[in-house]
C-alpha cells in the first residue's frame, strides 16, 4: 500500500492571494494524481502525472491553477489567486502499476475567505 | 446525467445490520472498480477493488459488480459504529488511470 504525506493538512486565505500545497511520496509510484473534492461530493481529477511528465490536465483550471512533479517524484499544486469557489479538499493520490489500485494522501483543506 | 451516481444518504442502520451501499453507472466500458471510505477531514481509504462482473469477499466487506445492470454494491455484515463515514465508488475504463468517482453515500451505524 502506498503511503502518500500531504501538506499543510489546513490552509486558510484570503480571495486573490496564492496558496501551495505539497505532496510527498513515502513510497514510490510513477503515477500521482491530484483531485479536488468539494464538501458532499467525490474527488475530481485536475491532473495526473506519469513520472515527470503531465499525462492529463485537460480538466486543471490553468488561468490560476498549476502543478508540478520535479525528478518525478513529490509534487506541488499552486493556486494564484485564489477565488471562493476553490474551497475544498485537495487530495493526492498515487497508482500502483502493479495492482492498478489508488491511493490517497490524507488531503489539505483550503478555506478561502 | 452523471456518470456515477450515488445515494447521498444519510443511511442510518443499527449496529450489528447488513448495510447495501449501490452506485449505478452510465458507461458500459467501466471495468475497473472500487469502494472507498472516507472519515470526516480524511483522505479516502481503499476498501475493494474489482474488476468486470462478479463478487470479491474481505473480511466483513462484499463487493459486487453486475456490468449488464451497470451497478455495483458495498456489502458490510456485522456493521459497527466505526463503519460510520462516507462511501465513495469509483470505477475506470483503462487500468490503473482514470478513475471516476461517485458521490458518495454518508453512513451512520447507530449503537
Known amino acids: 500500500e502506498a503511503e502518500v504525506a500531504q501538506s499543510p493538512r489546513y490552509k486558510i486565505t484570503e480571495k486573490s492571494q496564492a496558496v501551495a500545497f505539497w505532496c510527498d511520496p513515502i513510497s514510490g509510484h510513477a503515477t500521482l494524481y491530484w483531485y479536488r473534492q468539494i464538501l458532499g461530493q467525490g474527488p475530481e481529477l485536475l491532473v495526473q502525472?506519469?513520472?515527470?511528465?503531465?499525462?492529463?490536465d485537460s480538466q486543471l483550471p490553468k488561468d490560476r491553477f498549476s502543478a508540478e512533479r520535479l525528478k518525478g517524484v513529490d509534487s506541488t499544486l499552486k493556486i494564484q489567486p485564489a477565488e471562493l469557489g476553490d474551497s475544498a479538499m485537495y487530495l493526492c493520490a498515487l497508482g500502483s502499476l502493479n495492482t492498478g489500485e489508488l491511493f490517497f494522501g490524507e488531503g489539505s483543506r483550503l478555506t478561502v475567505l | 446525467q452523471k456518470e456515477v451516481e450515488q445515494d447521498p444518504g444519510p443511511l442510518s442502520v443499527p449496529e450489528g445490520a447488513i448495510v447495501s451501499l449501490n452506485c449505478t453507472y452510465s458507461n458500459s466500458a467501466f471495468q475497473y472498480f472500487m469502494w472507498y471510505r472516507q472519515y470526516s477531514r480524511k483522505g479516502p481509504e481503499l476498501l475493494m477493488y474489482?474488476?468486470?462482473?462478479g463478487n470479491k469477499e474481505d473480511g466483513r466487506f462484499t463487493a459486487q459488480v453486475d456490468k449488464s445492470s451497470k451497478y455495483i454494491s458495498l456489502f458490510i455484515r456485522d456493521s459497527q459504529p466505526s463503519d460510520s463515514a462516507t462511501y465513495l465508488c469509483a470505477m475506470s475504463t483503462i487500468y490503473g488511470q482514470n478513475f471516476v468517482f461517485g458521490p458518495g453515500t454518508r453512513l451512520s451505524v447507530l449503537p
Open positions: 474489482t474488476y468486470s462482473s
Open positions: 502525472f506519469q513520472d515527470e511528465s503531465v499525462v492529463d
